[in-house]
């Protein structure tokens, strides 16, 4: 196992079309996070999994947004009708319980 | 609603000289605390984590030490390399969950060959 992985590294798309980032965890670790990064700032929280169970939402995440981790295992964060404030970074981390997180390299997200 | 300020928010050395990048938090009530390296359109790499019963972190060149009382925290680089240049971010996360971390801004380091 190499780390948090996700998927793609790029994205643009064009205003009102819908996209989704996938997500692989590091193996044994039952937390995932995805977090939102725009130019400047520190990544911003979004939504938090314990295993398959969706624990908490930013009120970040409006209702465009949906992230699922079905069996525990990878998850994915869809975003509907984009808009061109959705451009950032996307950042996926993973833990075991509340200890060190690890993030993958991110996926960029650009709304043209 | 936890802050998290780092300062200074750019720093500019030359290779050789120790340094201090300094990290602090609103909230005392934190679960850990996590200190990072941001390579430019990169992801976070993880660098030292800090329980928040403890009072510092070292691996290799770096150290990290946390007065959780006063809220701060400071990661030291000694005998900084080129190859340091990044940004740095620290994190926080809350008491009793540990789930949801909140960042700071970051340093942006810069060593100067």
């Known amino acids: 196992d190499t780390g948090v992985s996700q998927d793609p590294r790029h994205k643009i798309t064009k205003r009102g079309q819908n996209v989704t980032f996938r997500c692989d965890p590091i193996?044994?670790?039952?937390?995932l996070y995805w977090y939102r990064q725009t130019l400047g700032q520190g990544p911003e929280f979004l939504t938090y999994?314990?295993?398959?169970?969706?624990?908490?939402k930013s009120r970040l995440l409006s209702d465009r947004f949906s992230a699922e981790r079905p069996k525990g295992s990878f998850s994915t964060l869809e975003i509907q009708r984009t808009e061109q404030g959705d451009s950032a970074m996307y950042l996926c981390?993973?833990?075991?319980?509340?200890?060190?997180?690890?993030f993958g390299q991110g996926t960029r997200l650009t709304v043209v | 609603k936890q802050e998290v300020t780092q300062i200074p928010a750019a720093l500019s050395v030359p290779e050789g000289e120790n340094l201090v990048l300094n990290c602090s938090f609103t909230d005392s009530a934190i679960y850990n605390l996590q200190w990072f390296r941001q390579d430019p359109g990169k992801g976070l790499t993880s660098l030292l984590l800090?329980?928040?019963?403890?009072r510092e972190q070292t691996s290799g060149r770096l150290n990290a030490s946390l007065d959780k009382s006063s809220g701060r925290s400071t990661l030291y680089i000694a005998a900084s390399q080129p190859g340091d240049s990044a940004t740095y971010l620290c994190a926080v996360s809350r008491e009793n969950t540990g789930n949801q971390f909140y960042f700071g801004t970051g340093t942006s380091l810069t060593v100067i060959p």
């Open positions: 999994f314990q295993n398959e169970a969706q624990l908490e």
């Open positions: 981390a993973s833990s075991l319980q509340g200890n060190e997180a690890f």
């Open positions: 193996s044994e670790h039952n937390r």
């Open positions: 800090i329980q928040s019963s403890q």
